[in-house]
């Protein structure tokens, strides 16, 4: 593993998402040219048990500190962990000693008809006791499963759950949720910056960013792990935003990055765009700016 | 029934009407759009052939009709060369299901568990009854019938050379042309081996003759079968042997006692 980097950069700890897209730019580049301390993947990309994408995670571990980003586990879900891909997201975090390890915060599959039906998505769920429970009774197995404790990323949601199911309100804020999990589960948090951003925006809050200040300033030092900044489509679908991850780091986005990044610095920074990818150039330059943003705040 | 209950079943609901509320279209558009663009990646060679609105059409009916019951995207799609084959809009490409049948085989083999050659395990030959031996064949080794030339179709699909107008798709296309007509002609299936020598999966048209041969090695027959096959002529066994060492088909001989 190249930590040169990292011994060059001390000041900021700033990483981009990689996809497919990039892997031959990405993996061509001298480290020590590329401000890019961390590259984050997605695990269930590599997942499968050999082929190309073994191989490719191997040049990969070769070039950069890894962050390991789980978006299959359904945290949050009623149902058992998944045991099959809990091993294998436990395999992949051993395999590769990455920097950082997440999760979300949402559930993913339901049982129907006898069948679990997976989503593939981050679903939104109920802010109270029995859902604290669940979760952190299933963040505590995968945590015993990789060794080590899990950063846990707050969603982006276009429904409240309790309109669904009124047996299921909020008994607690999304900030105390986070807070009471984090205390129970002995994880952090994964502040992700566009998603408070995206629901400001659908909630139709007078001052998004005086919003998402808000919760962001309730937050520990301590229990800040890393911050995601992306952008969003201007497309809308049934009216809401989507967070697509689909544009550059939004305005927005930046303006709360500054004032977040004063509250916790040296806290590891993430670029993510997932959609309609720009050429790695694009996000080398946004990586640039979050470092630029956050030296310019210590 | 519980939130999470309800909401992924509102999620594989085609109706929109029948959504409680707005942000439920959200959640079933990124249902529709995932599952879109994941299709479109393990079926490369289907979305290559057809128009990009006809794919998403089919996708979309295909995610409506059959539920994700995998976690895992890559694992979703089984069942999708049937559901081409039955759908009636696409009676007049009827190569189409099999295009999918070799993506879907194609795409188990890259992700196939890796193997390490073993050279020094053929001399087992020499030393071991071959009642009670079998080759060890390269990651995703099988042996596949179809019925249309969904190897050439697959070059279609992919090879950068065919994406334009000129010389060579021209010829490619009459090599083509005419090798669907034989096969709608004939009906008669033909045999394609498909392995992972590294990180490509490979096809190798398979002749008559040799068919027998390779219908062992995907079944995993004692290596006395295979030198059976060659008894009426054993010249061959040794070049054959050869070749499919050098193309990495065979990764070395094993014991079955």
């Known amino acids: 593993m190249n930590t040169s980097s990292l011994s060059s950069k001390p000041d900021a700890c700033i990483g981009v998402g990689l996809r497919h897209l990039h892997y031959d730019e990405a993996l061509a580049h001298n480290q020590s040219q590329t401000p890019i301390d961390f590259v984050e993947i997605h695990a269930e990309n590599f997942f499968a048990k050999g082929g190309i994408t073994q191989a490719l995670l191997s040049d990969v571990c070769e070039h950069y500190q890894l962050s390991v980003h789980g978006t299959s586990l359904g945290l949050g879900s009623n149902l058992p962990l998944p045991q099959q891909t809990l091993s294998q997201f436990a395999e992949l975090v051993k395999s590769t000693q990455p920097k950082l390890v997440s999760e979300h915060l949402c559930f993913n599959r339901a049982m129907i008809d006898d069948k679990i039906y997976h989503s593939g998505d981050l679903l939104p769920i109920a802010f109270n006791e029995a859902s604290l429970a669940q979760t952190v009774s299933n963040i505590q197995q995968v945590q015993e499963a990789i060794g080590r404790a899990l950063l846990i990323e707050n969603l982006s949601a276009y429904l409240d759950v309790s309109e669904m199911d009124p047996y299921s309100r909020d008994s607690m804020t999304e900030t105390e949720f986070l807070l009471r999990l984090c205390d129970a589960a002995g994880c952090t948090m994964l502040l992700d910056l566009n998603n408070l951003i995206v629901n400001a925006l659908n909630q139709k809050h007078a001052d998004p960013i005086e919003a998402v200040m808000r919760h962001v300033k309730q937050l520990p030092q301590h229990l800040v792990g890393e911050i995601h900044l992306a952008g969003f489509s201007e497309q809308k679908v049934a009216g809401f935003i989507v967070d697509d991850h689909g544009q550059a780091v939004s305005q927005q986005c930046w303006e709360v990055y500054k004032q977040t990044i004063k509250c916790f610095p040296s806290v590891p920074t993430l670029i993510e765009w997932d959609t309609n990818l720009p050429p790695w150039a694009t996000l080398v330059e946004q990586a640039n700016k979050a470092r630029d943003i956050a030296l310019q705040q210590k | ?257």
């Open chain 2, 1 to 257: 029934m519980s939130y999470q209950t309800r909401i992924i079943q509102e999620i594989f609901d085609a109706e929109s009407s029948r959504h409680s509320l707005p942000g439920m279209k959200v959640y079933h558009n990124n249902f529709i759009e995932n599952g879109i663009r994941a299709l479109s990646i393990t079926f490369s060679s289907v979305f290559a052939l057809m128009d990009e609105g006809d794919f998403r059409a089919l996708a979309r009916a295909y995610l409506l009709a059959e539920p994700k019951t995998h976690f895992d995207w890559a694992d979703y799609g089984e069942s999708f060369s049937d559901f081409i084959m039955t759908h009636p809009n696409l009676s007049e490409v009827p190569y189409l299901s099999e295009v999918a049948e070799l993506d879907w085989l194609l795409q188990g083999i890259q992700r196939a568990e890796d193997k390490t050659f073993d050279g020094e395990s053929f001399g087992l030959l020499n030393e071991r009854d071959p009642n009670e031996l079998v080759f060890e064949t390269a990651p995703g080794f099988a042996l596949a019938r179809f019925v249309f030339p969904v190897d050439k179709l697959y070059q279609l699909a992919h090879e950068p050379q065919l994406q334009v107008e000129g010389e060579t798709r021209s010829i490619f296309m009459g090599d083509l042309n005419k090798s669907m007509r034989d096969a709608i002609n004939s009906e008669q299936a033909r045999s394609i081996v498909v392995w992972r020598p590294d990180y490509k999966a490979e096809m190798l048209n398979v002749s008559d003759d040799v068919k027998e041969v390779f219908q062992h090695l995907h079944n995993q027959d004692s290596i006395a079968n295979i030198f059976a096959a060659f008894a009426e002529q054993p010249e061959q066994l040794s070049p054959w042997l050869t070749e499919q060492i050098s193309q990495k088909r065979l990764y070395g001989v094993r014991s079955t006692h």
